[in-house]
């Protein structure tokens, strides 16, 4: 079996071992599966957030699947971390590179890693100063803590996205709804993050949410997906009928728009899928993926890997706490850069929401 996970040319291969998978076309990449936590642990965390009404974005996030946080970081701040991504996407030797000039937008100008998806997570990108500060903004971190109703917290080592509008030479990109949790876990485990760095308009790219489907992901995969076709790594992609089946149930499909300084939360029992800008927008999408979960979440052999993942500085996938993916340095055109450009600043609390000191 071989199973898509983007529309990109990227494939899962399922090798020996069922705790760990590589990709066919990227061996730097290794997704290592870690034990869960029990249900009850992962119930108990989210039972006050259900049990009642918060009169704030908790509510959207409960009832719709996803949530906009309105100038979660000050916009000049927001504007300034947008700047630092493009020095960061320039510092491969690649000088033709002109963010004011769209003719430069190609792809032999942009960092020599995932071009062809957008997102970047290779070369220390997830460790850079100004990721790490993003992420650590308080209006970032403090509304994860307010989800969540606790302050020890493990963040994601996730991708930066810088995505050009109307590039000559990008492949064409597909919806590919999907949700990024397996049905075996049938509870609140992850919520993703977008930090927003530049405006996302209609005619822009951005974050496509189909409405109220977390509520019904569990009815989904009981009455829609065979049981033997349930994958237990987080990541399960739609078909054409089984997003009409959403549809058909209720869940609109919206296209999230938000400005620079924004947070984007969304429930990884949402069903979504990233939109490229259309050829009307003239906005080059920049975001950061940033996710945090309890840190209770994390088993000790999970903690371990996220240890060695951060001292390498590794990337992940969204998942902060458990299935964590190594993205390291690609083994195809290698380029030697065993750190971050510049080295976020190694805090007491940043090395406890890196998972390399505990709590
Ligand atoms: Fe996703």
Same mark, same amino acid.
């Given at each position: 079996?071989?199973?898509?996970?983007?529309?990109?040319?990227?494939?899962? !291969?399922?090798?020996? @071992?069922?705790?760990?998978?590589?990709?066919?076309?990227?061996?730097?990449?290794?997704?290592?599966?870690?034990?869960?936590?029990?249900?009850?642990?992962?119930?108990?965390?989210?039972?006050?957030?259900?049990?009642?009404?918060?009169?704030?974005?908790?509510?959207?996030?409960?009832?719709?699947?996803?949530?906009?946080?309105?100038?979660?970081?000050?916009?000049?701040?927001?504007?300034?971390?947008?700047?630092?991504?493009?020095?960061?996407?320039?510092? #491969?030797?690649?000088?033709?590179?002109?963010?004011?000039?769209?003719? $430069?937008?190609?792809?032999? =100008?942009?960092?020599?890693?995932?071009?062809? /998806?957008?997102?970047?997570?290779?070369?220390?990108? $997830?460790?850079?100063?100004?990721?790490?500060?993003?992420?650590?903004?308080?209006?970032?971190?403090?509304?994860?803590?307010?989800?969540? %109703?606790?302050?020890? *917290?493990?963040?994601?080592?996730?991708?930066?996205?810088?995505?050009?509008?109307?590039?000559?030479?990008?492949?064409?990109?597909?919806?590919?709804?999907?949700?990024?949790?397996?049905?075996?876990?049938? %509870?609140?485990?992850?919520?993703?993050?977008?930090?927003?760095?530049?405006?996302? %308009?209609?005619?822009?790219? %951005?974050?496509?949410?189909?409405?109220?489907?977390?509520?019904?992901?569990?009815?989904?995969?009981?009455?829609?997906?065979?049981? !033997?076709?349930?994958? !237990? #790594? =987080?990541?399960?992609?739609?078909?054409?009928?089984?997003?009409?089946?959403?549809?058909?149930?209720?869940? !609109?499909? /919206?296209?999230?728009? +938000?400005?620079?300084?924004?947070?984007?939360?969304?429930?990884?029992?949402? +069903?979504?899928?990233?939109?490229?800008?259309?050829?009307?927008?003239?906005?080059?999408? @920049?975001?950061?993926?940033?996710?945090?979960?309890?840190?209770? #979440?994390?088993?000790?052999?999970?903690?371990?890997?996220?240890?060695?993942?951060?001292?390498?500085?590794?990337? @992940?996938?969204?998942?902060?706490?458990?299935? *964590?993916?190594?993205?390291?340095?690609?083994?195809?055109?290698?380029?030697?850069?065993?750190?971050?450009?510049?080295?976020?600043?190694?805090?007491?609390?940043?090395?406890?929401?890196?998972?390399?000191?505990?709590?």
């Amino acid at each position: 079996m071989t199973t898509t996970v983007t529309n990109s040319t990227l494939t899962l !291969e399922p090798i020996s @071992t069922k705790s760990v998978r590589t990709y066919k076309d990227s061996p730097g990449i290794v997704v290592k599966k870690t034990k869960s936590v029990p249900n009850e642990i992962i119930d108990a965390q989210s039972a006050s957030l259900y049990s009642k009404i918060h009169n704030d974005w908790r509510d959207d996030l409960v009832r719709d699947g996803y949530a906009v946080i309105k100038n979660a970081i000050p916009k000049d701040r927001a504007e300034n971390y947008q700047q630092e991504a493009f020095k960061w996407m320039k510092s #491969f030797g690649n000088d033709e590179l002109d963010f004011d000039d769209p003719k $430069t937008w190609r792809k032999e =100008n942009l960092p020599p890693v995932d071009a062809d /998806i957008n997102a970047y997570n290779c070369y220390g990108v $997830t460790h850079e100063k100004f990721v790490w500060d993003a992420r650590m903004e308080p209006g970032v971190l403090g509304e994860f803590e307010k989800l969540w %109703g606790t302050d020890e *917290l493990l963040a994601s080592f996730d991708a930066l996205n810088v995505t050009f509008p109307n590039r000559a030479d990008a492949p064409e990109m597909k919806p590919w709804p999907h949700f990024d949790q397996s049905p075996f876990k049938p %509870g609140l485990h992850c919520v993703q993050g977008i930090i927003s760095l530049s405006n996302h %308009g209609p005619a822009d790219g %951005g974050l496509v949410v189909y409405r109220g489907s977390n509520n019904l992901f569990n009815k989904f995969f009981a009455t829609q997906v065979r049981k !033997e076709d349930w994958d !237990e #790594f =987080n990541y399960y992609q739609l078909s054409e009928s089984q997003l009409k089946w959403f549809i058909d149930n209720g869940c !609109e499909e /919206i296209k999230v728009n +938000c400005e620079p300084g924004d947070l984007v939360l969304w429930d990884s029992r949402t +069903c979504h899928w990233g939109m490229v800008p259309t050829e009307k927008s003239n906005t080059i999408r @920049t975001v950061i993926y940033s996710c945090f979960t309890p840190a209770k #979440f994390a088993s000790e052999e999970a903690l371990d890997t996220k240890k060695e993942l951060f001292e390498s500085f590794s990337g @992940t996938t969204h998942w902060p706490h458990a299935d *964590l993916t190594a993205v390291r340095n690609p083994v195809i055109k290698p380029i030697h850069r065993p750190q971050p450009l510049s080295m976020p600043e190694l805090s007491d609390k940043l090395l406890k929401l890196a998972g390399a000191k505990h709590y």
